[in-house]
């Protein structure tokens, strides 16, 4: 999911942001090319984001950016298919390990829908400010939907794995992500 104007990030196009050398994009279509569970990938952008279609080479579906969650129906519903892993574009710091996690615990929670969620402690402990919090929780901008049962039941899969906390939608928390890479590759 590309199609945020990343309007709380004050620096243009979020997912051509620059972090570690590379665009947070890159980083998530990395992991998603990675890992063995996911057969393609799609960038789902708005008319605001079509401009990422000239810094990336990848398959893109266009939806009309009404909102993430009207946008990820809709890419959903575009592409037709059954089980659909929908990533946000800013999350660098996943790797294609932690997706085919993701996979088999979908598989195992047998519900047409995933969510994945970090306790919102965690954040805090990282110096992230969460934009939503649910029950003590903050979603990941990880999901897999079932395209064929999109209104049934949602499993919510906690992690306390550091690497889903950091989805960047402020600069501070780019700045977070940075030193926290630095931090990891000292130890």
């Known amino acids: ?17 620059t972090f570690k050398g590379r665009p947070l994009i890159e980083w998530i279509l990395e992991a998603a090319a990675g890992c ?8 789902a952008i ?3 984001t079509a401009q990422i279609k000239d810094a990336l080479k990848a398959e893109f579906i266009e ?3 009404k909102g993430f969650v009207e946008d990820l129906v809709a890419a959903i519903k575009q592409l037709g ?6 990533l946000s574009a800013d999350l660098p710091l996943l790797t294609a390990d932690d997706l085919s996690w993701v996979a088999t ?9 995933l969510a994945v969620y970090v306790p919102t402690e965690l954040y805090r402990e990282l110096g992230l400010q969460p934009s939503i919090e649910i029950d003590g929780l903050v979603p990941a901008g990880v999901n897999i939907v079932d395209g064929t049962d999109l209104n049934g039941a949602e499993t919510r899969l906690v992690t306390e794995n550091p690497r889903f906390a950091f989805n960047i939608n402020t600069p501070s928390d780019l700045e977070k992500a940075i030193e926290f890479t630095e931090k990891r590759s000292e130890e």
């Open 81 to 86: 298919r059954d089980k659909t892993m929908v």
């Open 63 to 65: 939806t009309k950016g």
């Open 1 to 17: 999911m590309a199609g945020g104007r990343g309007t709380r990030m004050g620096r243009g196009l979020k997912p051509l942001l």
């Open 105 to 113: 615990e979908y598989k195992l929670a047998n519900t047409p829908a």
């Open 46 to 48: 708005t008319p605001e």
């Open 36 to 43: 063995d569970s996911i057969e393609n990938v799609f960038v």
